[in-house]
Every structure is written in structure tokens, then in C-alpha cells.
């Protein structure tokens, strides 16, 4: 099944604990992208990646760090998260051909900073 | 700086209503528009794709516009039923190789049996 899979999908960490969110997609997108989605601000993008190795900065990048190695996977790290980072957190992919770049989207992980 | 709008921020009907939820974005070199909704608690589900270039894109009982020029799409529902009931969010695609996106807030839909 064509999907976006992201883990976990519920953490509860504490201030300064460096974490990993971890994406993977199994239908050889090119583009890659996080988002955080929060109470009366909606959906934000934080990082993405047009291919291996090539990522930029959306939106709202502070605090948050991301890398590209492969195709399929494309991690979300907070090196020393705090509590205004507690959030619900997106992965999404596409093809990256114009009339076809769909966005298919992860279940969403839900993270807590204490 | 693109924002995106959409309006009414919630809405209520009986089943059976046909329906239009609006969507207005700023700039207008966008390179595509997205609609999708959200189920509580669950990820993004796409609905539609526009491209810069089309003017309407149709799936079943929904119908997605866009008129650029004015910066504004809406979402057609028609025949609504307790299924639809849902956040619909919409989402611009910009930049020059539409790297980026722009959510607006979500028009949250309840349809009553």
C-alpha cells in the first residue's frame, strides 16, 4: 500500500531531550515536507526536501533540524526541544511533476514537551 | 507574503444540502491549489488538485474552482451527507518550483442526519 509512515505517533519528552520523528514513504517521491499544525494557527511548514541531499527551510524552521540521505526517508530532529514545540507534526510527499504532485500525507505525530 | 483564508471558519446543514466552502489566497503566482480534509484526531486526506492553469477539477460530488486573477477557489459539495463531516482545509502551492506551501485555517463542516 502506496503511504507516508511516520514514528511515533504519540511522545512525551522533556525540555532539552534531543528526538528524532522519523518519515518514510514507499513510492519514490521526490519532494518531502514537515508541517505543524496547532490551535488557531493551522498548518505550518517547517523543512523540505526537493530530492537526496538538496533541503530547505519553510515557514517555521526554528528549533528544528532535518537531513535527506535517502529517497524514502526524511527524519524531523529536535536537538533540544521546549514546551512551545509541543505540536502535531506532519510528514508529507509528491512526485515532483507539474499536473501530478498530489501531497499524500503521514497520520500525524502528536508530541508533548514537558 | 502569501496568506490564505478561508471562510466560514465552521458551518452546520442538514443532509442533503448542496454547499460551498470558500478558500481565498494573496498572491496569485501559485503554483498549484490543494483541497483536503481532515478527519478529527487523523492526518490530511487530498481531496482535489488544481493546477496554476486549470480552472476546475471534479470528483464525484465535489467540484474545486480556482480564478486566480481574483485569488480565490471554492470547494462545491453537493447532495451533502453525515460522511462529509469533517475539517476542510485548503493549500497553495507557490514558489517557483512550488516548493512551498500555504494552509489556510480549515472550514469545519458538521452535516446532520
Known amino acids: ?114 | 507574503k502569501q496568506e490564505v483564508t478561508q471562510i466560514p471558519a465552521a458551518l452546520s446543514v442538514p443532509e442533503g444540502e448542496n454547499l460551498v466552502l470558500n478558500c481565498s489566497f494573496t498572491d496569485s503566482a501559485i503554483y498549484n491549489l490543494q483541497w483536503f480534509r481532515q478527519d478529527p484526531g487523523k492526518g490530511l486526506t487530498s481531496l482535489l488538485l488544481i493546477q496554476s492553469s486549470q480552472r476546475e477539477q471534479t470528483s464525484g460530488r465535489l467540484n474545486a474552482s480556482l480564478d486566480k486573477s481574483s485569488g480565490r477557489s471554492t470547494l462545491y459539495i453537493a447532495a451533502s451527507q453525515p460522511g462529509d463531516s469533517a475539517t476542510y482545509l485548503c493549500a497553495v502551492r507557490r514558489g517557483n518550483a512550488g516548493n512551498m506551501l500555504t494552509f489556510g485555517g480549515g472550514t469545519r463542516l458538521m452535516v446532520k442526519p
Not at chain 1, 54 to 60: I, M
Open chain 1, 1 to 114: 500500500e502506496a503511504q507516508v509512515t511516520q514514528n511515533p505517533r504519540y511522545l512525551i519528552t522533556v525540555t532539552g531531550k534531543k528526538l528524532t520523528v522519523t518519515c518514510s514513504q514507499n513510492m519514490n517521491h521526490e519532494y518531502m515536507s514537515w508541517y505543524r499544525q496547532d490551535p488557531g494557527l493551522g498548518l505550518r511548514q517547517i523543512y523540505y526536501s526537493m530530492n537526496v541531499e538538496v533541503t530547505d527551510k519553510g515557514d517555521v524552521p526554528e528549533g528544528y533540524k532535518v537531513s535527506r540521505k535517502e529517497k524514502r526517508n526524511f527524519p524531523l530532529i529536535l536537538e533540544s526541544p521546549s514546551p512551545n514545540q509541543t505540536s502535531l507534526y506532519f510528514c508529507a510527499s509528491s512526485i515532483h511533476t507539474a499536473g501530478a504532485n498530489v501531497l499524500t500525507f503521514g497520520a500525524g505525530s502528536r508530541l508533548t514537551v514537558l
